[in-house]
Each structure stands twice: as structure tokens, then as C-alpha cells.
């Protein structure tokens, strides 16, 4: 498990909102749901869509929390 999925995994559990680049698109204050391993790779579900872990870049760990 790398640092940014340790403080991803962080996140969820402290319930922080968090903000990320994922395929050229900027997301802001999404708040992580849970943090799922399928074979050898990690998705992120939130309350609308599933992001693949490998796709997000630039990811930031806001203090607001929801």
C-alpha cells in the first residue's frame, strides 16, 4: 500500500473530504465512502460515481469533514 493510499484509507475512515484530478478532470470536496480492493486494484466509491485509484492525481485531504 503506497502513502497516498494510506492517507486515502485515512480519509474515509476520519470522514475528510477530499479533492483530486482524475482523467483531466478537477473534483472538489468529494466525500470518499469506502475504499474497495478488486484483485490487484483499488476503487473509490463515493456517493455518485467509482473512481479508479490508479486514474487520481494530485489528490488532497481537506480538513472539512462531513
Do not use: C
Not at 493510499?5 to 478537477?26: H, P
Not at 484483485?39 to 494530485?58: A, R, S
Request: aromatic residues 16%; hydrophobic residues 40%; glycine residues 0%.
Amino acid at each position: 500500500m503506497n502513502i497516498q493510499l494510506r492517507f486515502l484509507d485515512k480519509a474515509v475512515n476520519e470522514k475528510n473530504f477530499i479533492s483530486f484530478i482524475y482523467e483531466k478532470k478537477d473534483y472538489k470536496n468529494i466525500k470518499p465512502l469506502k475504499l474497495i480492493q478488486k484483485e490487484d486494484k483499488y476503487f473509490l466509491h463515493t456517493q455518485t460515481i467509482v473512481f479508479e485509484f490508479d486514474k487520481i492525481k494530485k489528490l488532497q485531504i481537506l480538513k472539512q469533514r462531513f
